[in-house]
């Protein structure tokens, strides 16, 4: 069994900043690629940012310039440094991680999610 926890949401006012972390843990083989999602409210989910292996990234254009994702891939463990914050940054923050577990089966895990708020 996998699991990932996420921690780090609150409230902020604008301008301000915020670390999320994200720990995956079980029997794990491998995490392959990680990232980010968030859902405001009455909104579909959306990638905020996805980090390869390697430390490849893809941000959403939306976030580019005030958000930084980074692994530690020992840790199993992804962080997102939230600068620059907006009202519109509201939302549930969703950890997501493709992980090779200890049956050598591949899958895609979720956290329950973290709330950002920011107030204006």
């Known amino acids: 069994q996998v699991q990932l926890v996420e921690s780090g949401g609150g409230l902020v006012q604008a301008g301000g900043s915020l670390r999320l972390s994200c720990a995956a843990s079980?029997?794990?083989?491998?995490?392959?690629?990680m990232g980010w999602y968030r859902q405001a409210p009455g909104k579909q989910r959306e990638l905020v940012v996805v980090?390869?292996?390697?430390?490849?990234?893809n941000y959403a254009d939306s976030v580019k310039g005030r958000f930084t994702i980074s692994r530690d891939n020992a840790k199993n463990t992804v962080y997102l440094q939230m600068n620059s914050l907006k009202p519109e940054d509201t939302a549930v923050y969703y950890c997501?991680?493709?992980?090779?577990?200890?049956?050598?089966?591949?899958?895609?895990?979720w956290g329950k999610g973290t709330l950002v708020t920011v107030s204006s």
């Open positions: 997501n991680a493709g992980v090779v577990a200890g049956d050598y089966y591949a899958m895609t895990y």
């Open positions: 079980g029997s794990i083989v491998r995490v392959n690629n």
């Open positions: 980090i390869t292996p390697d430390g490849s990234t």
